[in-house]
């Protein structure tokens, strides 16, 4: 008898327990990395009571994560950042309808809802329909840096332009509704250089060419008839698809340390002697080095402030983008550590090799990875902006920077 009222009342406990004690399925919770018209509806109903400060885009990012946080926190819900049954229904009340078991197979059949968006993204954004955009575009190739951040930088500013020009829009580094909806939810083209093209890549790529010899004229930052006979000459050596197209393949290559240099000309070696010895590019890179270390030494004791590039305050990676770009030399802005392993410019072996113009990098004393750079100006010294002295300054490669020198690149 005894063990008959222990069952009944094991049973009446169990019924009593509420749903949500037991665990909830993986389709009836929302978490960070979702994407769907439930994320969007969640996203709406978090709007409208003003825990999410960014407009619904359908895309379960960090604000919308902080908004279900902050929700939950208020509510005396249980606090993981994720929208299981407890929290929606919290959250909906009489309108809570669960998640159907089918959810993934909606997705599956392609019948999620497009996100709207409302607004254009521009530079100073933030936010997860800026955390989306930035993970798209590094999908499509467009996106280089190491980091989502879901700031809308420089870097995401150039890698939408690219977008733009590769999928035929208006180039204006902002993104509108349909260029939003194109880019999240459509087939946008991957990333692609193509002959008629502008910009600071092109350029770029440009100068490359021209440092494996295929290029003689100069870097103008248009892809014109004469880039294109470069680059298919590149692909041929180099074993690619001949096509004149630089694509994934072609880039992957060309800012690779195994890119084959061009085969040498015997018109080019009698262009380079005798009296038309002074026509050559040595004296204009020369004086480029010139220009870009006196550009750096304008910029002495200006104030050290952490991600900035001028004109009046620098962290050390902005004095030197600064410095390039003010003498005409298109780069992008990056980390320190991005510039070191930039394959574009040529690896100094040691030390003992440095000349004036070269880019040294730094660790810490604590890690070893790269976390500052600095400018060769020749005579054992280098200039950068440098938060000990909280300033742009000028040290010697002893001591501190002689112990924990990594490597150096040349641009010139």
Known sequence: MKKLISIVLLTLSILLIPMSAFAAERHEILKQGDKDKWVLELQEALYEKGYLKVKPTGYYGTDTQSAVIAYQK??????????????????????????PETRFAEEDDNETVTPKYEDALKVGDRGDTVTAVQEALK????????????YYGPITEEAVRKFQRSNELTETGSLNEDELALLLE????????????????IELMQQRLRTLGYMDSSSTGYFGTITLAAVKEFQEVNGLKVDGKVGKDTRAILYSEDAKKAPEK?????????????????????????KFIDMAKAQLGKEYVYSTEGPDTFDCSGLVYYCLKNIGYKVSRMSSRSYAKFDAWEDVESKADLKKGDLVFFCSSKSTTISHIAIYIGGGEIIHAIPSENSVYISTLTGYWDKYYVSAKRIF
């Open 139 to 150: 999908k499509y190739g467009y996106y280089y840096y190491e980091k989502i951040t879901g």
């Open 266 to 290: 015997a018109e080019n070696k009698e262009e380079t002697t005798g009296e038309n010895k002074e026509e050559t590019e040595e004296p204009v890179e020369k004086d480029m080095v010139t």
């Open 186 to 201: 459509g087939r946008p083209k991957y990333y692609v250089m193509y002959q008629g093209d502008k910009g600071d890549d």
């Open 74 to 99: 208020d509510h005396d819900l249980r606090v993981d950042g994720k929208a299981g049954p407890e929290t929606l229904s919290s959250l909906y009340g009489d309108d809570y309808e669960p998640i």
